[in-house]
């Protein structure tokens, strides 16, 4: 079934992201997805995704994303997020501070109608 950019990276982030979907995120990535975050490699497939959405989630404890504002257009889609949550474990090679903690972001989505071929993602890891 084809899905608009805006339809992929809501289901991204709403899914995903916040409810922690590895079935979700397998079903709207590519098999050869590739994934840039402000730090660290090129992850490769939803494999690679899904071992580094385990990592930050595993780091904060009830974290949220929010979508602040998404623009697309036939095959990509571009939005700018903010992000929250409780810092109990290392996140960036930040030991735990037990702290809430907020920080923004902003991602660029290559899509196919299906699915998410491509991300990349700018934080502001400063601000964490």
Same mark, same amino acid.
């Given at each position: 079934?084809?899905?608009t950019?805006? &339809?992929l990276?809501e ?5 995903v992201w916040?409810? $922690? #979907?590895? *079935?979700? +995120? =397998?079903k709207?990535?590519?098999?050869d ?5 402000s ?13 580094y959405l ?6 904060? &404890? ?11 257009? $036939? #095959?990509? *889609?571009? +939005? =700018? ?5 409780t ?8 030991a ?6 907020r920080?923004?972001?902003a991602?660029f989505?290559k ?7 491509e991300?990349?993602?700018?934080g502001?890891?400063?601000a964490?």
């Amino acid at each position: 079934m084809a899905a608009t950019p805006r &339809e992929l990276v809501e289901r991204f982030y709403h899914q995903v992201w916040n409810k $922690a #979907d590895e *079935a979700e +995120a =397998r079903k709207i990535l590519k098999p050869d997805f590739r994934f840039r975050a402000s730090l660290g490699p090129e992850l490769r497939g939803p494999g690679g995704f899904i071992a580094y959405l385990r990592s930050v989630r595993a780091a904060l &404890e009830n974290f949220t994303c929010t979508i602040e504002e998404l623009v697309a257009t $036939a #095959d990509r *889609a571009a +939005a =700018r997020m903010s992000f929250r949550g409780t810092h109990r474990g290392k996140l960036f090679g930040v030991a735990a501070t037990g702290r809430d903690i907020r920080w923004s972001g902003a991602a660029f989505f290559k899509t196919n109608g299906e699915a998410i071929a491509e991300l990349w993602v700018l934080g502001d890891i400063e601000a964490v």
